[in-house]
């Protein structure tokens, strides 16, 4: 009996010196329920997550060979500025069609002649956005030439709803020959590239 009291007293008399060495801080967390917490909560030297932004506009996306052709429609998949609502349409690209000047001659292109795209997009969901200054022509020497106004009916910005058609034509003052880039997001990644 004798024995037996006495090694409660040590144990008690251990636990309280264990309690008193480890602080008020560190026995609380040990008197958590659930142990996993306890692990996550005693772990506060992790880095800061890194902050995302929602993109404003839609982002979409294909596989990464971008390889397109005239006349075959291209279709875009991505989802919309919520970052949820998935998006798509088809983008059929005619062959380019060259001209000399536009305006009675008086609008003369600085490259030798105006290259003009018709772009034909017919959305598959509600809420595809596009927008003219989407391309840009990528010259053979690696040269960027932006969209310029000229031929009619000319391709503008729009939200384009399930089944609805939107058709004109995109021009540029570049060169003969370079790749007609889509590339609809703030990266400026291309998406898709026709030839010519």
């Known amino acids: 009996m004798t024995t037996s009291r006495t090694v409660g007293i040590v144990l008690a008399a251990a636990a309280l010196t264990g309690l008193a060495a480890c602080g008020s801080g560190t026995a609380k967390h040990m008197t958590t329920a659930n142990p996993a917490k306890a692990a996550t909560t005693q772990t506060t030297e992790q880095p800061p997550a890194p902050v995302t932004y929602p993109t404003p506009t839609p982002s979409p996306t294909q596989s990464r060979d971008y390889a397109a052709k005239f006349g075959v429609p291209y279709e875009v998949t991505g989802t919309a500025a919520d970052g949820v609502t998935p998006i798509s349409a088809t983008y059929t690209i005619s062959t380019p069609v060259l001209d000399a000047s536009f305006y009675d001659g008086t609008t003369l292109p600085k490259q030798g002649q105006f290259v003009s795209f018709n772009v034909h997009i017919k959305s598959t969901t509600n809420g595809f956005d596009y927008n003219e200054w989407d391309f840009y022509v990528r010259g053979a020497n690696g040269a960027h030439y932006d969209p310029t106004s000229g031929k009619d009916p000319s391709f503008s910005a729009g939200t384009a709803h399930a089944g609805e058609l939107v058709t004109g034509y ?18 400026g990644e291309a998406i898709g590239e026709w030839v010519f």
């Open 170 to 187: 995109v021009t540029f003052d570049a060169p003969r020959h370079g790749t007609l880039v889509y590339a609809p997001n703030f990266s």
